[in-house]
């Protein structure tokens, strides 16, 4: 017994970051689309992730949510310790999130764990 009935998944490629799942509720919701990320932590290989996004966006037909860490920062006062904030690495997550029409929501919490 739950909420959700799995339809379908995708891990894609072996060294994928991330799985799209399509959702069922078991109610009469509407059925929707969730992504599971684990971003790579090499800055270097982060643009599979967002070509990854961009491609599925292309596909996108139902309310989408995604979800995870990305390992990459949106602005300057996410990052608590280390060097000097990485602008091109903020304003590439950025433009993948403009390009797969989604809105960061926020969180609740503390600001790092």
């Known amino acids: 017994m739950g909420f959700l009935s799995l339809e379908c998944g995708r891990a894609g490629i072996p060294y994928a970051q991330c799985v799209h799942i399509c959702c069922i509720p078991k109610d ?4 929707f689309l969730a ?27 139902h309310q989408w949510v995604v979800v995870g860490e ?10 608590s310790r280390g060097g000097g904030s990485n602008r ?20 609740k919490g503390p600001p790092f764990t």
Do not use: Q
Request: include cysteine.
């Open 28 to 31: 009469d919701n509407p059925e």
């Open 35 to 61: 992504t599971l990320v684990y971003g790579n932590p090499t800055p270097a290989i982060h643009h599979e992730l967002w070509e990854e996004m961009k491609i599925f966006a292309e596909t996108v037909r």
């Open 70 to 79: 990305f390992n990459v920062y949106l602005d300057s006062f996410e990052k």
């Open 88 to 107: 091109a690495s903020m304003e590439r997550l950025t433009s993948c999130l403009h390009d797969c029409s989604l809105h960061v929501l926020g969180f």
